[in-house]
């Protein structure tokens, strides 16, 4: 298995400007540069983690080749619940592994285990299956980030998407991908304490059969 140096992803400076006005044309497009260029420091770090979770899943594989998808997944996605519901795989992450409150940027945790989504849908879900990323929060209306989503229907479709777009960016098919956000509507527990209300706070992937009955 290759060996992969993995440093911290996620990590895009915001330049500050300058007391007096907002600097000359030649500090904008230095300070542009070196956006682009930790932006694309921080690509090739998620990639690298895609590959590692890849190397990871295939090694798995090759020792345990009759493990089903679902044992799979529970030995080697960390922060994340899976289960079978009918026909259908279920990998459940709550919000505070994937986001800051009231934020849609995906934290470096977040990257980690969705590198090891990434590589079991891709490894043992690779042909017959549709992949829809769920959004979901608990009932309690938004406050601190009040100016970035107009209500819980924003926020949750707008971090499904999120999520999406990176299960996109690194090897998924856009064919294959679908998203939804349903708010405080579908909760696995009722809102009724702080323990509860942050398990409803998640993101659910979801593999679909594409036909009734199988995978192919």
């Not at 090694?59 to 026909?87: C, F, M, S, W």
């Not at 459940?92 to 969705?114: C, H, M, Q, R, Y």
Request: overall charge neutral; some cysteine; hydrophobic content about 35%.
């Amino acid at each position: 298995m290759k060996n992969y140096r993995i440093a911290a992803v996620g990590v895009i400076a915001i330049a500050s400007l300058t007391l007096g006005g907002c600097g000359s044309d030649r500090e904008l497009g230095y300070k542009d540069t070196q956006i682009q260029e930790l932006e694309r420091v921080n690509r090739e770090l998620e990639n690298q983690l895609v590959a590692c979770a890849n190397d990871k899943t295939r090694a798995y594989i090759e020792r345990n080749p009759q493990a089903p998808p679902l044992q799979v997944g529970k030995d080697l996605i960390e922060n994340a619940t899976l289960h079978e519901r009918d026909v259908e795989l279920v990998i459940s992450i709550e919000n505070s592994v994937l986001f800051k409150p009231g934020s849609a940027d995906l934290s470096t945790s977040a990257k980690n285990t969705l590198s090891h989504v990434i590589a079991l849908i891709n490894q043992k879900y690779h042909d017959g299956f549709y992949v829809r990323v769920d959004g979901h929060t608990d009932d309690e209306k938004i406050s601190r980030s009040k100016d970035q989503w107009d209500d819980n229907w924003d926020l949750s479709g707008g971090r499904s998407q999120k999520v999406l777009h990176f299960l996109l960016d690194h090897g998924i098919p856009a064919a294959k991908l679908g998203f939804a956000g349903f708010a405080d509507q579908r909760p696995l527990d009722p809102n009724t304490s702080a323990a509860n209300r942050a398990k409803n706070r998640r993101v659910e992937i979801v593999v679909i059969p594409m036909h009734p009955g199988g995978g192919k």
